[in-house]
């Protein structure tokens, strides 16, 4: 489950930073940019294997207290984010006093670690001597500021939440019910810290469930944060293979008529082997061919008009246009019919842009089967 976290978490923080860099003044991006580093860089020392290295070079609690720090950004940065949107020359102002609070928070935690031997901060938050004062100390601050900070955060997030539309406003009740969640489990915490330092006893089925209620309410909060960049992303790439995919349906009308008339086919923007995989490179590719075979289609319409034909529109099945065209092309140039008038060709029963492309890629396919 940590690695499925940490997974997600690293793919937003790719995701985001990408993001950052199409548009580095961008404060609210920054903010939640550096939220999702700070906690992508905490999960590692989380993990029982990358604290053992941490603690192994700098001394037994660095680890914790290294995550415990970037915990106190991640949800600083979290904060900065709606300080950030609501108003950036406000925002800016509060952001500088809670930044004092977490730096508070952080010495606090660290003087109290500092104050005891190492050894007795090696293990774990579920195992953890409660009854010495500093341990207490250092779990319950940095647990209240968490619960504080990620709190507010969950109340504004339902605030946008209600007053914004599909899918930003789905992403964003996900994440505030993530941070709630993450809200009422540091709120657990803090009281079981309480109970454990007045030499309570803590069931291990609680200790555990808020354990996993924390991973599930991270993973949620991420998956809320990333929902609306990867459903555009996803539309995206749909678009993006459906304009490939009819790009290369339209070729056997747009080789023929090509060849018919050469001097149709447009000037390709670019033609390096990055554009041709690009989004821009295959819709500007594919809005061009599509431009081509009407164009072809007008210049070639003459020849497939005979004097008992209305000259006005020629309604043909797709096989039998396909089969006048392959004709028309073997004759242009060979009889003197430019008196004959242009008449629509495969044209669509809608007046909008699919509707036009399909009535071309049904020409296309008739060539196809027809070769």
């Not at 923007?269 to 590719?285: I, K, P, Q, Y």
């Not at 061009?288 to 072809?296: H, N, Q, T, Y």
């Amino acid at each position: 489950m940590i690695e499925l976290v940490f997974l997600c978490i690293t793919a937003a923080v790719i995701w985001k930073l990408y993001q950052w860099s199409r548009a580095p003044h961008d404060a609210p991006l920054r903010s939640v940019t550096l939220c999702l580093l700070s906690a992508a860089l905490s999960y590692p020392l989380a993990m029982p294997s990358g604290a053992a290295v941490v603690d192994a070079v700098a001394g037994n609690g660095t680890a914790k207290l290294l995550q415990n720090v970037l915990l106190l950004l991640t949800v600083y940065f979290l904060t900065c984010f709606y300080l950030y949107s609501a108003d950036e020359q406000a925002g800016r102002r509060r952001a500088r006093r809670e930044a004092v609070v977490v730096a508070i928070v952080a010495v606090a935690i660290t003087m109290a670690m500092e104050s005891v031997p190492h050894d007795v901060f090696a293990s774990s938050f579920a195992t953890a001597d409660m009854k010495i004062p500093q341990i207490a100390f250092f779990y319950g601050c940095a647990g209240l500021y968490l619960m504080y900070a990620l709190g507010v955060a969950g109340r504004w997030t339902f605030l946008y939440a209600r007053m914004s539309r599909r899918p930003h406003a789905t992403g964003l009740w996900m994440a505030a019910i993530g941070l709630s969640a993450m809200a009422v489990a540091c709120a657990v915490r803090a009281v079981m810290v309480a109970i454990r330092w007045r030499g309570g006893a803590v069931p291990q089925a609680l200790t555990a469930g808020v354990a996993f209620l924390l991973m599930v309410s991270i993973l949620l909060f991420v998956a809320g944060v990333t929902y609306p960049g990867a459903r555009a992303r996803v539309a995206s790439l749909r678009l993006w293979l459906r304009h490939r995919r009819d790009y290369r349906r339209l070729a056997p009308l747009w080789q023929l008529l090509s060849q018919a008339y050469p001097g149709n086919v447009l000037r390709p923007a670019s033609a390096t082997l990055r554009d041709r995989w690009r989004a821009r490179g295959v819709h500007r590719r594919y809005h061009r061919r599509i431009v081509e075979c009407r164009d072809g289609l007008v210049d070639i319409s003459p020849y497939l008009v005979d004097n008992a034909e209305d000259t006005e529109a020629l309604d043909l099945e797709p096989a039998e246009l396909a089969k006048r065209l392959r004709q028309a092309v073997s004759t242009i140039g060979k009889d003197a019919l430019m008196t004959r008038q242009a008449v629509p060709l495969a044209m669509p029963e809608g007046d909008d842009r699919e509707a036009d492309v399909r009535q071309l890629i049904a020409v296309a396919d008739a060539l196809r089967l027809s070769a």
